[in-house]
């Protein structure tokens, strides 16, 4: 199983496509998210969009697991994800994106286990779910030791990087909790010179390397990125 290197820039790349995967590839991303309905801020893709993508890319596929709108998954939700989880493996994902807060807000640990369990060691991402949590600190401290977990994808707030950026500078939690911190959402080219400066180099790009989210992923604006981030 691929899994990227923790000691290089990293740059993931949303795909919704197999040609989005492509273009993410030929212009030098690490790592490709693989959602669909980015008008719902990604849900889970089909199972035979994830064996396209994988017959046609090499880099690590992340692959997120969310049914709906929101962040909580009750009882019947959580059992179609964890059916679904074993459709997406069969297919070929080895590497996911998930995460759960419970009703008031707090990281739902059971819901989150139950998925961890389902994917059967394979590494994971807790999604921007810990941005909408009701107590970041809280919610940062509940992550550790999750079995799998080594990528936290976050903009410091639920608002985005243009808001969050200076909480992620005056936090080290994410350090303490042994993951990599991948900053996204609302990510300009403005930012990643003042995530790098704080230690901060993987980054995550979706509406960046487009037009729009029914525009496909264009090479030369992931590799603008992968220049920068390099530099």
């Known amino acids: 199983?691929?899994?990227?290197?923790?000691?290089r820039g990293l740059l993931e790349i949303i795909a919704l496509t197999v040609p989005d995967a492509v273009a993410a590839q030929q212009g030098g991303a690490?790592?490709?998210?693989v959602v669909a309905q980015m008008d719902r801020d990604g849900l889970t893709p089909d199972p035979a969009l994830v064996a396209e993508m994988r017959a046609a890319v090499d880099l690590p596929l992340r692959v997120m697991v969310r049914g709906t709108d929101g962040f909580t998954a009750d009882e019947a939700e959580l059992d179609r994800l964890l059916d679904t989880v074993g459709q997406l493996r069969q297919a070929g994902a080895q590497e996911f994106?998930?995460?759960f807060?419970?009703?008031?807000?707090?990281?739902?640990?059971?819901?989150?286990?139950?998925?961890?369990?389902a994917?059967?060691?394979s590494p994971w991402t807790f999604h921007r779910a810990v941005d909408h949590a009701a107590d970041a600190q809280q919610a940062w401290a509940a992550l550790r030791g999750l079995p799998g977990l080594d990528t936290v994808l976050t903009a410091g707030s639920a608002k985005g990087l243009e808001h969050g950026l200076p909480?992620?500078?005056a936090r080290d939690d994410w350090q303490a909790a042994g993951v990599r911190l991948l900053a996204g959402g609302g990510l300009k080219h403005a930012h990643v010179p003042g995530l790098r400066s704080i230690g901060v180099n993987a980054i995550h790009?979706?509406?960046?390397?487009?037009d729009s989210w029914d525009s496909p992923v264009e090479v030369t604006r992931v590799e603008a990125l992968r220049t920068l981030l390099d530099a």
Request: proline share 2%; charged share 20%; no cysteine.
């Open 1 to 7: 199983m691929t899994v990227s290197s923790p000691q």
């Open 30 to 33: 690490d790592r490709i998210e």
């Open 97 to 99: 994106v998930l995460g």
């Open 101 to 117: 807060l419970t009703q008031d807000g707090q990281v739902d640990l059971a819901a989150t286990r139950a998925v961890v369990e």
């Open 119 to 121: 994917i059967g060691g």
């Open 167 to 169: 909480r992620l500078a």
């Open 205 to 210: 790009a979706g509406g960046l390397v487009r």
